[in-house]
C-alpha cells in the first residue's frame, strides 16, 4: 500500500480559498486512484473528488462541483485539492484517499472502495 500525508488544512474565512496536497510515497502512484473524501463531525465520510491515472479524468460531489479541482502530479507523487469560494458547510477533516484495483472511476465511489488513507487535514470555514 501507499503512503499517504495531507497538509495544507486551516481556518479560511467564508468565499476564500484553500489549497490541500496528499503527498505519497513508493514508485507507483501513476498506477493510483487518487481520491479526496471529507468527514464532518457527527456525520460520515462523504466523497469530495476523483482524479484517474494520468490525471485525464475528474469527478466531483455535486456539492463541490464548480468550486473544488482536483489534480495531480504524476513527476511528484502528488495530489491536489483547490477549493474556491468555500463555504461554512464545507468545514470538515479533508482524507486523501489511493486505490490501485479499481477499474471503474465514477463520483459514486465511497470509503470501502479505497485500500489507502491518509491521516487527514482539518479544514474550518468561518462564517
Known amino acids: 500500500q501507499v503512503q499517504l500525508v495531507e497538509s495544507g488544512g486551516g481556518l479560511v474565512q467564508a468565499g476564500g480559498s484553500l489549497r490541500l496536497s496528499c503527498a505519497a510515497s513508493g514508485r507507483t502512484f501513476s498506477s493510483y486512484v487518487m481520491a479526496w473524501f471529507r468527514q464532518a463531525p457527527g456525520k460520515e465520510r462523504e466523497f469530495v473528488a476523483a482524479?484517474?491515472?494520468?490525471?485525464?479524468?475528474?469527478y466531483y460531489a455535486d456539492s463541490v462541483k464548480g468550486r473544488f479541482t482536483i489534480s495531480r502530479d504524476n513527476a511528484k507523487n502528488t495530489v491536489y485539492l483547490q477549493m474556491n469560494s468555500l463555504k461554512p458547510e464545507d468545514t470538515a477533516v479533508y482524507y486523501c484517499?489511493?486505490?490501485?484495483?479499481?477499474?471503474?472511476?465514477?463520483?459514486?465511489?465511497?470509503?470501502?472502495?479505497?485500500?489507502?488513507w491518509g491521516q487527514g487535514t482539518q479544514v474550518t470555514v468561518s462564517s
Open positions: 484517499a489511493a486505490d490501485d484495483t479499481l477499474v471503474v472511476v465514477t463520483a459514486t465511489l465511497g470509503p470501502p472502495d479505497f485500500g489507502s
Open positions: 482524479i484517474t491515472w494520468s490525471g485525464a479524468t475528474t
